[in-house]
């Protein structure tokens, strides 16, 4: 295959919140199953490393410049001309601040929402019935500005009626906390807060592109005993496609 997929941390997130079923490393399967519906066969390394987004954020400026350069060098031994990336911070980390610390990147890099709405059409969905309502991911919508490629996605599944809260696209707010810096009281009242909007809409499913919000959110409705499902919209897509028998 001449396209790499960087699965990012979901193997280590699908260890550290086994209590809360992240379904991380289920997520990543069902990229690759996407990806395979589109007819892209990836590349998956075991020396990928984290992009080093948290470690960024958390001022470890010379570890993220360990990873980010083993990184570069993995992609570049390939001899790849783009990688395609599934989690936002992955992306947003590789296109805003790896070429100010490594320098310019010599491949192509992929936003999977984008390459997916866009390649999707042929590929038909079995019938939901189900409102949903979106949640933009920071990295994604605000610092990617992303934001109509997943509610395509979500458009696309016959069935399923998409509801937007009030805050949302350039508008949308924070899932709670990024790079693991704290889970405090203050978090857990922007979770509840984001996931009681979610609930005003009449929606039974908060729909999200990111594995970080997933898992917030997903430890939110655990603690608040909330009513309302968090769905990765990957899982989603994944699930609702028509096999062909």
């Known amino acids: 295959s001449d396209t790499?997929?960087?699965v990012g941390c979901r193997p280590f997130f699908d260890i550290i919140f086994r209590d809360i079923n992240a379904g991380s490393i289920q997520g990543a399967r069902n990229v690759v199953k996407l990806l395979n519906a589109i007819g892209i066969e990836p590349q998956v390394s075991e020396e990928e490393r984290c992009c080093g987004h948290d470690a960024l954020w958390n001022g470890d400026e010379e570890r993220f410049k360990t990873l980010a350069r083993l990184n570069v060098e993995m992609i570049r031994a390939r001899g790849v001309k783009r990688?395609?990336?599934s989690c936002p911070?992955?992306?947003h980390t590789f296109k805003e601040y790896y070429p100010r610390y490594v320098g310019t990147l010599d491949f192509e890099l992929v936003q999977f929402n984008e390459l997916l709405a866009d390649k999707l059409n042929g590929v038909s969905f079995q019938p939901r019935e189900e409102v949903v309502t979106y949640h933009d991911p920071c990295r994604l919508g605000r610092m990617s500005h992303i934001y109509d490629a997943?509610?395509?996605l979500i458009q696309k599944i016959p069935g399923l009626k998409l509801v937007?809260?009030?805050r949302s696209r350039e508008n949308g707010v924070c899932c709670g906390t990024s790079g693991w810096m704290n889970c405090s009281s203050c978090?857990?009242?922007?979770q509840l807060e984001r996931l009681n909007e979610a609930q005003a809409t009449g929606a039974t499913t908060v729909v999200t592109?990111?594995?970080k919000c997933a898992i917030h959110f997903n430890c939110a409705v655990k603690f608040f005993d909330l009513s309302i499902q968090v769905k990765e919209l990957f899982d989603?897509?994944?699930e609702n496609i028509r096999v062909e028998e």
């Open 4 to 6: 790499p997929y960087f």
């Open 83 to 85: 990688v395609v990336f």
């Open 89 to 91: 911070e992955g992306y």
């Open 150 to 152: 997943p509610r395509n």
């Open 164 to 166: 937007e809260m009030e």
């Open 187 to 190: 978090s857990k009242s922007i």
């Open 209 to 211: 592109a990111c594995p």
């Open 236 to 238: 989603l897509v994944a």
